[in-house]
């Protein structure tokens, strides 16, 4: 018996929606190229760096590149239709300064904020890492392409690729799954736990009363004092105390809420800490008169990690001449110090207003917004434990009451708060 013409017409449809369906999966297209598959390459593999977990790469390999200059290396690729493809790149982001250049075009600077799946691949935490990026839409005609990468980082010019994904068809990477569906996705979050259900009351029994909610606790920044470096020697504020503890809430946990750390040129001339707190051992590559940011840069991360001081006082000396990137470099560090869980406290060397250096340092407090003293206060080692118990205070949220220089321990007077 012939079907209704209803039922005809839906089975029509059914069949050329599927037909559609077939058709777009059909010219979707998707490029999937290795890290360590270029085309050209000066990349410079150090023992160190690319001695990673190679278990979570694509392929047990990446290309990794850790030299005294910068870092190029070329992929080749076909297309075999034009089209919207999103652009996806595995590679290394935490201190890294990246860029990439299609068929010779504008070099492209890479932006890091639309990152997925982030995870540290080093046996310690340092600046080694990997996530998925999103660079966003390419428009690409068929046929032959080039793509080309450029590092340009800090701290020895690193960084690392592990894979790429071109895809017209909407493919979103996880882990190493490719869009042929090989590969291992990223391990699934844990199932958050279920609440038990609750026992019901009994007939006749009245519902026991919700608990009064908590109040929430004073954010310990908003608290926090103005001082300006030229009146009182020391440059703190209620945007400097929030901001670091942004930071650090991002940063590695378990620092030593009492230690210190002095790093920069010349440190063999600091001060003993104040009564109450610790002074962290001391690295002697640090305390030369000839250290620089890009030096601190390289050599801070294993020592923070050993040492784990909550505070590290950076200070540079006298040089012949100020680096135009010194700000940057500088920036970097108080960077780093916070992913470590340390706060950094800028010492701002002697010097007239017009001094280079001085200016140099003075702009990195106020652009990276960190706790600063002035390093030719004649009261210093006072200037210092005032410094560190407005940062305990107000960046830590520790109790720095008078009587004692550190939390439960006794010490010096304190040093007290000027009204303003």
């Not at 996705?185 to 908590?214: D, I, W, Y």
């Given at each position: 018996m012939p079907l209704p013409y209803r039922k005809l017409k839906t089975c029509f449809v059914g069949a050329a929606l599927s037909g559609l369906l077939a058709v777009s999966a059909l010219r979707a297209e998707h490029v999937w190229i290795e890290g360590e598959a270029a085309q050209e390459s000066n990349f410079v593999k150090h023992n160190w760096y690319d001695a990673v977990t190679k278990t979570v790469l694509s392929g047990g390999e990446w290309a990794s590149h850790y030299g005294p200059d910068a870092g190029e290396i070329t992929y080749s690729f076909k297309i075999e239709a034009a089209g919207d493809f999103r652009f996806w790149v595995r590679c290394n982001n935490l201190?890294?300064?990246?860029?990439?250049?299609?068929?010779?075009?504008?070099?492209?600077?890479?932006?890091?904020?639309?990152?997925?799946?982030?995870?540290?691949?080093?046996?310690?935490?340092?600046?080694?890492?990997?996530?998925?990026?999103?660079?966003?839409?390419?428009?690409?005609?068929?046929?032959?392409?080039?793509?080309?990468?450029?590092?340009?980082?800090?701290?020895?010019?690193?960084?690392?690729?592990?894979?790429?994904?071109?895809?017209?068809?909407?493919?979103?990477?996880?882990?190493?799954?490719?869009?042929?569906?090989?590969?291992?996705?990223?391990?699934?979050?844990?199932?958050?736990?279920?609440?038990?259900?609750?026992?019901?009351?009994?007939?006749?029994?009245?519902?026991?009363?919700?608990?009064?909610?908590?109040?929430?606790?004073?954010?310990?920044?908003?608290?926090?004092?103005?001082?300006?470096?030229?009146?009182?020697?020391?440059?703190?504020?209620p945007e400097v105390a929030a901001g670091v503890r942004a930071q650090l809430k991002k940063g590695l946990k378990g620092a030593s809420k009492d230690k210190i750390l002095w790093a920069g040129s010349g440190t063999a001339k600091s001060p003993a800490p104040p009564a109450g707190w610790a002074q962290a051992a001391a690295l002697p590559a640090l305390q030369t008169g000839d250290v620089t940011p890009l030096d601190l840069l390289r050599l801070l991360p294993d020592h923070l990690l050993k040492e784990k001081p909550a505070f590290v006082f950076l200070h540079q000396g006298s040089l012949k001449s100020v680096p135009d990137h010194l700000k940057a470099d500088w920036d970097d560090v108080c960077a780093l110090c916070g992913y470590f869980g340390a706060v950094p406290i800028l010492v701002v060397p002697e010097g007239g207003p017009d001094d280079p250096l001085r200016s140099a340092i003075m702009g990195v407090m106020h652009e990276a917004k960190v706790p600063a003293m002035d390093g030719s206060a004649a009261d210093f080692p006072q200037r210092v434990e005032a410094i560190l118990r407005l940062s305990a205070k107000h960046i830590l949220g520790l109790d720095v009451g008078s009587g004692s220089a550190a939390p439960g321990k006794p010490g010096a007077p304190a040093v007290e708060e000027e009204e303003e």
């Open positions: 201190m890294v300064t990246m860029q990439w250049q299609l068929d010779g075009e504008e070099w492209e600077p890479c932006d890091f904020a639309k990152k997925t799946e982030e995870q540290m691949i080093s046996e310690k935490p340092d600046h080694r890492n990997l996530a998925w990026h999103d660079f966003g839409t390419l428009k690409l005609k068929p046929g032959a392409h080039t793509l080309k990468f450029k590092l340009t980082s800090k701290i020895s010019n690193h960084g690392g690729i592990d894979c790429l994904a071109l895809s017209s068809g909407g493919f979103t990477p996880s882990g190493t799954k490719r869009p042929d569906g090989s590969g291992q996705p990223a391990g699934a979050a844990a199932p958050a736990p279920v609440a038990p259900p609750a026992t019901p009351a009994k007939q006749g029994e009245a519902k026991p009363a919700a608990a009064p909610a908590k109040p929430a606790a004073p954010d310990p920044a908003q608290a926090a004092p103005k001082r300006e470096l030229a009146g009182s020697g020391m440059s703190f504020s």
